[in-house]
């Protein structure tokens, strides 16, 4: 991932989850890392990573 992919990321996570937004990634970060799926692929910010689901 580029830095311009992990910034449109980060960016529209704070877009949708306001404040709540650092909390929602490290709580999605634990679960990867729990589940043994995170890795330094492609970005997982579009809906399929159930941040796109909820709202601010």
Known sequence: MIDRETWGCA???LRQHGGN???LASRR???LLAEGT?????????SSSGFASSSA
């Open 21 to 23: 937004a650092l909390s």
């Open 38 to 46: 995170a890795t330094a692929t492609k970005p997982s910010c579009a």
């Open 11 to 13: 960016n529209q996570l």
């Open 29 to 31: 970060a634990a679960e």
